[in-house]
C-alpha cells in the first residue's frame, strides 16, 4: 500500500550512474511490501524532511522507481538528478517512503482515456456511451439498446439484505455507495486515501452474499490490495473465502 516506509537504510552505488543499491540496516521485514515499479521518495538524511528539493536546505529527497525487489535489497533508478548529484550520496544513510506504482498508474490513465477519447483504444462505442453518460454536457446519450441503458439506472431491487447489520457500519456517503452498487449493474465508486473505499468493498460483499447474489469474484489492481481484502473479508466471519493468486 503507498505509505509504506523503511526508515534506516544505506544507498551504495548500482549500475548505472543514477541507479542506487538500498540495503537495509535493521531487519529487512517488510520487502514483500514493495514490488518492481513502486515509485519512492529516498530521502537523506534518514530524519531528512522527505519529499524535499535536493539543494535547498539540509535535507535531500529523491524520487525514484523499483527496479529489483530482493529479500535484503532494492534496487531502484532515480529520476531527475545527474550521476555526480546520486554520487555524492553513496554509502550514506537513507529513508525509503514508498508512494504508488508507476505500472499500475500509467494502466490507470490509459484506461481513463481509452473509455473518455473517442477513437482511442479498443472500447465499444456504446460501452463508453453507458459508461460516460453522466459526464455528457447535453446529457445521457441516445440510440442506446434497453439492456445498455439499463447500465446506469436502478436494475435490482433491494430484499433480503435490508435487514443485515452491515449497514449499521456504513456512514452516509458508504450507504449511499451501497445502494448504487446493490440496486445497478455497473457502479464506480470513487473516493481519496481514507474515506474507506476498502471497508465499502468488504460490506457490498456482505450484503451481496446476504441476497443469495454469489459467488462473488472480488478481484484488485494488486497481491497486497487483495490480501487486504480478504483479511477484512474474513474477520467479519460467516464467509467461505477462497484466494487465488501469487502468495507475495
Known sequence: ????????????????????????????????????????FVTFPPEGLVGATPGEGSSASFEAEIMVVTSASLAVKVFGSTNLEIQAFHNKPCRVDRMANRVTYYRQIDALKAFTTPGEGEVAPWLRSALTAGLRPEGPPTGLTPEVSALSRPHFMIGAEASSPAWRLANESQTAALRAALTRRVTLIQGPPGTGKTHTSVLLVRLLTAAGRGPVLVCADSNVAVDNLLSSLVAFGGLNCVRIGRPD
Open 1 to 40: 500500500m503507498a505509505g509504506t516506509c523503511i526508515p534506516a537504510m544505506k544507498a551504495t552505488g548500482g549500475k548505472g550512474g543514477t541507479d542506487l543499491v538500498l540495503l537495509p540496516l535493521k531487519v529487512f521485514s517488510n520487502s514483500r511490501e514493495f514490488q518492481k515499479g513502486d515509485w519512492l
